[in-house]
C-alpha cells in the first residue's frame, strides 16, 4: 500500500490544507490534509464539445442561452406556483428526452461509446456475479416502526406505517477491481456496467444525477446511460469510496455515509487504505469525518464533473437510504429505511470523543428547542414557540454555532428535545435511550414525516410530532412555512412530562 500514489498525464492534483476547528487542546490536529483532484475550469459542463479537449463543455452559445434561461428563472419566475409546478414537470420530463437525443446524435464517436446504456445492478447481485470477496460487518436487523404521538390527535392518520417492522440487509465491504467512480455519486462503473447499492429502487427512485443532467436511467430496462464523461480520469490502486449525492447534506451525511465510513474504520485489515470524499464539504461534516478516522489516513476529495478510476476499490454497502425523490408523482413517498446497528456504532464512538474534551462538558442542558435559520419549511410563529418554551425551562439551541462534539454532547445530555423539522435534528442519534423528541412540521401530502421516526425511534427514542398547516410559501411545496398551535405545544408538554 505504500505504493498507493494518484496518477494522472496532467497536474491536476493538489494537496489542500483543511482548517479544521476541532478543539483547543489538540485533540485532533487542527490542520488536516486532504489530497484533491482538481476541478475542470468554470464553465465546463460534461455536454458535446470538439474532441481534443480533456473534458466536453457545452458548447459557448447553448451555455450562454442555459445560463440566461436559469437566472431569468431563478430571479422572476420560480415564485410562481404555475410556473414553478410546468418548469420543473418540463424539466423531469422532457429534459431526459433531450439527453437521450444528444447521447445517440450530438456526441462524438467517442463520446457515444462511453454514453451508451449500461446495465444498472446492485452491488450483492454484482459481487454474486463476479464472486468478489466479500467482508461482512453487520448482519441483517429487524426494524421496529411504532406509532408514534402526534397532535392534534386528529392528525394521527398522518404518521401512518404500512408496516410495523422491516428487515435491514446486511452490511458487507466488497471489493471489486479496475472500478471507476465520479464525484456526487455513489454509482460505481465496472467494465461495462454501473453498480448502485442494494435499496435503490430504479422503478421507484429518481436520483440527483438524473436531476442534474450527469446520468439517464431506463427504469424499465434496468439500464442507465452516464453522461459524467471525465476523458482523463485520476488513478489509483488502492481505495475505499464515500462519494455520494446526498453527501453535502448534514442529516443525510450524518445517518446515511458517516456511518459507513465507522463501519468500515472499525475493521483493522483496512487501517491503511485512503478514503474518497465528496469535495467541498462543509467544516462540521468534516469535523465528523476527522472525529471517526483520525488524522492519519489518507482523505481524496472528488469534485463533481471529475473521477477516479482504482484498481482496488473497497465499497461499503449501504447503512442507510431515503431516495432523492420519487421518480412519478403518483407513487408513494419513500420515508427511508437505516440500520440501528451502524447508527450505534457511529454513536458509540462520537460519545468515547466526547469524554476526551472536557470543554464540552460545558454544553449540557436537559430541554432544548432547536431554533431553524432558514428561509424554508420555517414556522412563522416560531417567537411566540420560543417564549412560550423558555417559560417551562427550555435552552433556545443554534446548532450552526456550535462545534460538532459540541452538538454531540449537548444531544446525548438533553432528556426533551422539540424542533421543527430540518437537519440539526439528525444530531439526535446521538441521544440517550428514553429521550423525548418532538418534531414541529407542516401538513403536506408529500411530507414524509416518518422519516425521523424511522431513524430515531429504533434508537429507542420517544418519538412525537406537532402538525401545523402551512399559511406562507404554499408555493414551494414541502418546503412551505408553517404555523404551530401554541395550545397544541402546550399539550405536548403535558403529554411529555407524564
Known amino acids: ?138 448482519n441483517t436487523e429487524v426494524v421496529n416502526t411504532p406509532v408514534p404521538t402526534v397532535t392534534p390527535a386528529a392528525d394521527q392518520s398522518y404518521l401512518v406505517s404500512p408496516h410495523d417492522q422491516y428487515v435491514f440487509p446486511e452490511i458487507s465491504v466488497v471489493m471489486v477491481e479496475n472500478a471507476t467512480i465520479y464525484g456526487g455519486s455513489n454509482l460505481t462503473l465496472v467494465d461495462n456496467k454501473v453498480v448502485c ?29 452516464w453522461l459524467s464523461y471525465d476523458k482523463e480520469p485520476a488513478k489509483l490502486s488502492t481505495a475505499a469510496t464515500f462519494v455520494d449525492a446526498c453527501a453535502p447534506n448534514y442529516a443525510h451525511w450524518l445517518t446515511e455515509v458517516l456511518p459507513r465510513i465507522a463501519l468500515f474504520c472499525t475493521q483493522e485489515c483496512y487501517n491503511e487504505i485512503p478514503i474518497v470524499i465528496n469535495d467541498g464539504l462543509h467544516e462540521n461534516i468534516l469535523n465528523s469525518l476527522f472525529e471517526v478516522i483520525g488524522s492519519e489516513r489518507k482523505v481524496i476529495a472528488l469534485p463533481i464533473g471529475r473521477a477516479i478510476t482504482i484498481n482496488k476499490l473497497f465499497i461499503t454497502s449501504v447503512a442507510g437510504y431515503v431516495p432523492f425523490g420519487r421518480r412519478k408523482e403518483c407513487l408513494e413517498h419513500s420515508h427511508g429505511a437505516f440500520s440501528p446497528g451502524s447508527l450505534a456504532v457511529l454513536k458509540n464512538h462520537m460519545l468515547s470523543m466526547c469524554n476526551v474534551v472536557e470543554e464540552n462538558k460545558a454544553v449540557r442542558h436537559q430541554k432544548i428547542f432547536l431554533r431553524r435559520n432558514s428561509d424554508t419549511r420555517t414556522m412563522v410563529n416560531s417567537r411566540e414557540i420560543e417564549e412560550l418554551l423558555i417559560e417551562k425551562g427550555f435552552v433556545i439551541i443554534e446548532t450552526d454555532k456550535l462545534s460538532f462534539l459540541e452538538q454531540v454532547n449537548l444531544f446525548n445530555n438533553a432528556k426533551q428535545i422539540i424542533s421543527p423539522t430540518g437537519a440539526a435534528l439528525a444530531n439526535a442519534i446521538f441521544c440517550k435511550p428514553g429521550t423525548k423528541v418532538a418534531v414541529l412540521m407542516g401538513k403536506h401530502k408529500d411530507m414524509i414525516y416518518r422519516y425521523w421516526l424511522n431513524i430515531l425511534a429504533p434508537l429507542q427514542l420517544e418519538i412525537s410530532y406537532v402538525l401545523g398547516a402551512i399559511v406562507k410559501n404554499r408555493d414551494l411545496g414541502i418546503h412551505g412555512n408553517f404555523f404551530i398551535d401554541p395550545k397544541d405545544v402546550l399539550n405536548l408538554l403535558q403529554e411529555m412530562e407524564e
Not at 82 to 108: D, E, G, Q
Open 1 to 138: 500500500m505504500n505504493n498507493n500514489t494518484l496518477q494522472i498525464n496532467s497536474p491536476t492534483i493538489s494537496d489542500v490544507y483543511t482548517p479544521l476547528k476541532i478543539n483547543d487542546k489538540g485533540h485532533l490536529s487542527s490542520i488536516s490534509k486532504i489530497q484533491r483532484i482538481e476541478p475542470y475550469p468554470l464553465g465546463s459542463r460534461i455536454e458535446p464539445y470538439p474532441s481534443g479537449s480533456r473534458i466536453e463543455p457545452y458548447p459557448s452559445g447553448s451555455r450562454f442561452l442555459f445560463i440566461y434561461l436559469r437566472n431569468l428563472y431563478r430571479k422572476y419566475l420560480k415564485h410562481y406556483s404555475p410556473v414553478r409546478s410546468t418548469a420543473i414537470w418540463a424539466w423531469k420530463n422532457f429534459r431526459p428526452i433531450y439527453l437521450n437525443f444528444k447521447s445517440i446524435h450530438l456526441f462524438n464517436s467517442t463520446s457515444r461509446k462511453e454514453k451508451k446504456w449500461r446495465p444498472l445492478i446492485n452491488l450483492s447481485e454484482f459481487s454474486k456475479k463476479r464472486n468478489l470477496m466479500t467482508h461482512k460487518i453487520t
Open 197 to 225: 447499492h442494494d435499496l435503490f429502487d430504479a422503478t421507484h427512485d429518481l436520483t440527483s444525477e438524473e436531476l442534474h443532467g450527469r446520468a439517464l436511467i431506463d427504469p424499465k430496462r434496468k439500464r442507465i446511460r
